[in-house]
């Protein structure tokens, strides 16, 4: 269950805060503040991993708990979903640029969004609760989004990337809207196109008949085979330049007749979105049969963010594969930080698991414990790690409590995953004990 506050006076806010959340209940709970104080000790001590701060209510200072979240990214990790008055606010707090922003939105659409934001970020909380961590730290960032045949879901997607890219200095002002209207004319032809079967000619009639291509969808859903399709929405975001995968469920479509039949035709009433986004991105592309298009684009050099403050004293260290981070039994106690890579645990050279980035430390075991290393831990390729000795970590915990809490909670959250890959073993073998595929016991 992830934890949500909200700093806010706002009937209007919380209610609709209250009734996305009741909707979800056993994925999110929710923490009320009406004072700004007391809304930042639940954030130190609760980390939550989600914050609605309320700009429309004057007696919360939201710059201010924006400011102690900036301070500490590395602790403070998931986002802000921001409430504004109006849309000139919208545009002045983007323009801050704050990568812990996930959207900025005026009451009104709050109100009419929230269950459905909050829906969009359970199913993609790899995106959420990891963004921007591995960049920072050198590395490279990869993810996925799955929408479904709704346009409003894919809007949402489109906002997270582009103001993510745009905040954490990738691209101008003007290659966000370059961007951001690529990312909708491709994703809508994948709707349209794509997932609906939509044909250029069908969707001409329907218009010329005082019809809107909303209803046109709808009427399509109706359909049970359609509307199960989902739209997938892949990225990877690098040091020089992003790149974009777009790929419906439907039989594709002839964009090559799409083209250079109906593209420079100044007087069609649509259309012209694949050479829209062809001049707004780099290096697209589509497969084959039309139903997976790629494309590319660059970033700003030299504009990255800093590395977290808390991990400037310590060391990083480079590994290539095969390369031994730490052996089992071995007397030492430090804690490692994944920035990039893969790595193999062995107990008793015994292969019981890999670890990645999205596991953030390798020997916390024996780091809490005082105790020897209970694995030998060997890199899967080339990697990153930082390695914290534990009298420094100890040292920040005396000073920020909180961190200490953070680490309890990061292993409860392994400790549960491992949990669900040892049940998940124990019903497969279970199964393959009744159908006879293995015996109970082996005498040999």
Known sequence: MKKILVASTNKKVIDAVKNACDKYSSYFDPAFFSDTDEAL??????????KVLDFTSVDIDSHRIIATISADPWLHNG??????????????????????????????????????????????????????????????????????????????????????????????????????TALMELLTNALEHGNCNITY????????????????????????????????????????KSKFVIRDEGNGFDWKN???????????????????????????????????????VKNLKDAANSIPGIMVPFSTMEFTDK??????????????????????????KKLVSVLTPA??????MAFLLNDSRSATVLSIGDGKLIRIPKNAFLNLIRKNPHYGIFLSKLLAQRLRTQTQKIVSITNELNELKAMGTIPDTFEG
């Open 323 to 348: 390369q031994v981070v730490c052996r089992e039994n071995e007397p030492t106690n430090d804690l490692y930080f994944i920035v990039s890579g893969r790595f193999a645990v062995y107990s008793g």
């Open 79 to 180: 986002g802000i979903v921001a409430v504004v008055k109006n849309p000139i606010q919208v545009q002045e707090i983007e323009a801050t640029k704050d990568p812990n922003i996930l959207i900025v939105q005026t009451e009104y659409n709050f109100t009419e969004n929230f269950t459905r934001l909050l829906r969009i970020l359970w199913a993609n909380q790899h995106f959420l609760f990891n963004r921007g961590m591995q960049d920072t730290l050198g590395g490279h960032e990869t993810g996925s989004f799955v929408c479904g045949n709704d346009p409003m879901d894919f809007r949402i997607y489109t906002t997270f990337l582009v103001g993510y890219l745009y905040s954490t200095n990738r691209i101008t002002d003007d290659e966000r809207y370059n961007l951001q």
């Open 41 to 50: 000790g639940f954030i130190d001590y609760e980390l939550p991993e989600i």
């Open 258 to 296: 799409i083209m250079t039949s109906h593209l420079e035709e100044d007087e069609e009433m649509h259309g012209r979105g694949i050479l829209i986004s062809k001049e707004m991105v780099s290096n697209l592309s589509y497969n084959d049969i039309g139903n997976e298009v790629t494309f590319e």
């Open 359 to 364: 596991d953030m430390f390798i020997g916390e």
């Open 201 to 240: 000619d069908e969707k001409t009639n329907w218009l010329m008949n005082g019809g809107n291509i909303l209803s046109l969808i709808e009427e399509k859903n109706k359909d049970p085979e359609i509307a199960n399709r989902k739209i997938h929405i892949a990225y990877a975001i690098g040091k020089t």
